[in-house]
């Protein structure tokens, strides 16, 4: 009875001791999980600290390029008797000349024991190809905007393509030198610009930096005279704000390949990044190209990047930006593995070209004359080389084995090909450029430019009326003060081809314009913009004289001098009215030997206008071509003589109206 008594006690007690040996094994348990998570989290997050990838991003021409030769300057990179050369980084001629940067950079600094990657970007939009690629390859970008200027097309366009990446920016507001400095209005004018394009709250949370570039001076605080003949804020907040990359090295490699080299020597270049993994030269790795199939090559040479130079290196690891060779067809997108563990990246996307033009070999009556490269399949192969490292670019073969569409992004970026070709010696001829049209579910659809103007308020009405007639959309006008006024309208492409020249005679030279592609829109009828003068043509071959200038003149405006060579059907001017007007510029005055009662006079003519490479494109029409060579650019008619020309027009007249 007495046992039977104790038994609910003896129970509770044998409950107690289980129940506190289970919390025990449950307790054991979650600390150990809490110690493997523990582990595990700080394996995941093991950081390379000694390195930062950064991108430098601007609308063009807002300093980007110069500040970057700042921090090279005053980095530990170079040595002290090193003279470095103003805009340093744009070694391509062009740039140099336009003051643009055309082709993306990679350099590095070093600082306080950290090496500072750095891609220098393009700021026009015509080059957008290259900033997005160079968005997979950093992990933070430096927006710099102009303390006067503001926010820009292009500004808006580069910073779209970071946010995007989730990449964490830094403000560098830039010439807080400038009279003119507004640095406040400029940092709300960039909040506001964040918002409008989704920033998050922590992208929202940038810290800004005042600077000036040119004089080498910068401070976080707002006012000028703060400014501190010093580089180290900039340093300072990119290693304290860019997050360092994950070092990843003893997983299997993961490289992509975002921008394409070629040296004559080592074949095809691919440079990206290394985002996982260890690449060593001797290396048997496997590419994973665009189609889906692989192919298995070796590792013959690693470059790393210090200040301007590129030099040889034995090994890569995660998180280092590189170039590697080996393989003679690498394109850009394409990821080089391990040959046991193939797990390639997302292939990157690469904006559709937006404008062509036809590229021909140069038939004008004075082909040969002037260039090195002259024939068909020397002019192909240039082509063919260009597209090896410009994956923006597209050339297409046509019916003709004298003639290929070529694709790019705008009017500059094509320019630039057609002017470097020039340089290197190749004779050629081009059409005029015409948008890419495209059918988006089932609709035609043609691309749309985001355009921002700024000009003197008395000139605001002739440009709201010129853009109207182009079918362009006012979004908006803000009055800037001191008499100006920046307007944004929705333009389509074309309407913009040839538009520059009118734009700045209208506004006496005073309008900025800058515009980068928008979106696709659905197509507007009929045709928009164009010229509206007719050309002077020349009816015969020979020199221009002064006596037929004289009396041409009148007629038009003259594009070239005298004692200049012209032949049938090339272009010498631009007519006063609509229609095209052939003209005998070649026509001498009769000498007579009855002496004149009164003494001759001295010809005095206006100044020719000559036209640069632009804007002869600019000026072309459908029916027209320019002649490019070495030394000359010229205008002509697709159709030289005057007879086969009409004929051409009838049956053109004929089919439209049938």
């Not at 080089?336 to 990157?348: A, G, R, Y």
């Not at 597209?387 to 630039?416: A, C, F, M, N, Y």
């Not at 060579?629 to 030289?640: D, V, Y």
Request: proline fraction near 4%; aromatic fraction near 6%.
């Amino acid at each position: 009875m007495q046992i039977l008594m104790q038994l609910p006690y003896f129970l509770m007690k044998t409950f107690t001791l289980i129940k506190a040996v289970f919390f025990a094994c449950v307790c054991g348990i979650i600390v150990q999980l809490e110690i493997k998570f523990k582990n595990s989290e700080e394996k995941m997050t093991k950081l390379r600290e000694d390195i930062r990838n950064i991108a430098i991003i601007a609308h063009v021409d807002h300093g980007k390029t110069t500040l970057v030769d700042e921090l090279l300057k005053q980095s530990e990179t170079l040595d002290a008797r090193t003279e470095l050369a103003e805009r340093a980084m744009d070694s391509n001629d062009i740039e140099k000349e336009r003051g643009i940067t055309i082709l993306a950079k990679n350099t590095a600094v070093a600082y306080n024991g950290t090496r500072i990657n750095i891609m220098d970007t393009p700021g026009h939009a015509d080059f957008g190809g290259e900033v997005e690629r160079i968005m997979k390859m950093v992990d933070g970008v430096v927006l710099v905007v102009d303390a006067y200027e503001g926010t820009m097309p292009q500004t808006r366009f580069v910073l779209k393509k970071a946010l995007e990446q989730d990449l964490v920016p830094i403000v560098v507001v830039n010439k807080i030198d400038k009279p003119s400095a507004r640095p406040a209005e400029v940092v709300d004018e960039v909040l506001e610009l964040f918002i409008e394009l989704g920033a998050d709250d922590d992208q929202l949370d940038f810290p800004v930096v005042y600077a000036s570039a040119i004089n080498g001076t910068s401070s976080l605080s707002d006012d000028p005279a703060d400014q501190e003949k010093t580089m180290a804020p900039i340093f300072d907040t990119i290693i304290d704000h860019i997050p360092a990359p994950v070092d990843n090295s003893d997983e299997p490699l993961q490289f992509q390949v975002s921008l394409l080299d070629y040296n004559d020597f080592v074949g095809r270049i691919g440079i990206g990044r290394v985002f996982r993994g260890t690449v060593k030269v001797g290396d048997q790795v496997t590419l994973s190209k665009l189609d889906g199939t692989t192919k298995n090559f070796r590792v013959t040479k690693l470059f790393g990047f210090f200040g301007l130079e590129r030099r040889e290196i034995n090994e890569a690891k995660a998180g280092d930006l590189i170039a590697v060779s080996g393989m003679e067809d690498i394109f850009v997108g394409e990821t080089i593995t391990p040959t046991d563990t193939i797990e390639p990246l997302p292939i990157l996307h690469i904006d559709e070209p937006t404008l062509q033009m036809t590229f021909l070999v140069n038939n004008s009556p004075f082909a040969g004359r002037e260039g090195k490269w002259v024939t068909s399949r020397k002019v192909e192969e240039r082509l063919q080389a260009e597209l090896q490292t410009d994956v923006s670019l597209r050339v297409d073969p046509t019916d003709s084995p004298d003639k290929w569409t070529v694709s790019g992004r705008g009017e500059l970026h094509l320019s630039i090909l057609i002017e470097t070709m020039r340089r290197e010696g190749y004779e050629l001829q081009v059409s005029r450029p015409e948008v890419i049209v495209k059918e988006i579910d089932g609709v035609k659809c043609e691309p749309f430019e985001r355009v921002q103007i700024d000009t003197p308020e008395e000139y605001q009405g002739s440009v709201i009326q010129s853009l109207s007639e182009r079918k362009g959309e006012m979004l908006d006008m803000i009055s800037t003060g001191n008499g100006q006024t920046r307007l944004v309208f929705l333009v389509p492409a074309r309407g913009l081809i040839g538009y520059s020249t009118e734009f700045l005679s209208m506004t006496r030279g005073y309008g900025i314009m800058n515009h980068t592609f928008d979106q696709y829109l659905p197509l507007i009828p009929g045709e928009i913009g164009g010229r509206h003068r007719g050309a002077l043509v020349s009816i015969d071959a020979g020199k221009a004289t002064t006596y037929s200038i004289m009396s041409i003149e009148e007629r038009g405006t003259i594009f070239v001098n005298p004692g200049t060579e012209v032949y049938e059907g090339m272009i010498i001017g631009e007519n006063s009215r609509e229609n095209d007007l052939t003209v005998n510029i070649t026509k001498a005055k009769q000498m007579t030997n009855v002496r004149s009662a009164t003494k001759d006079q001295t010809a005095v003519i206006k100044t020719p206008r000559i036209l640069t490479l632009e804007e002869s494109l600019e000026f072309l029409n459908d029916d027209e071509y320019m002649e490019v060579t070495p030394e000359s650019i010229r205008l002509r008619k697709q159709i030289l003589n005057k007879q086969e020309r009409e004929k051409a027009n009838k049956k053109k007249k004929s089919a439209a109206a049938e």
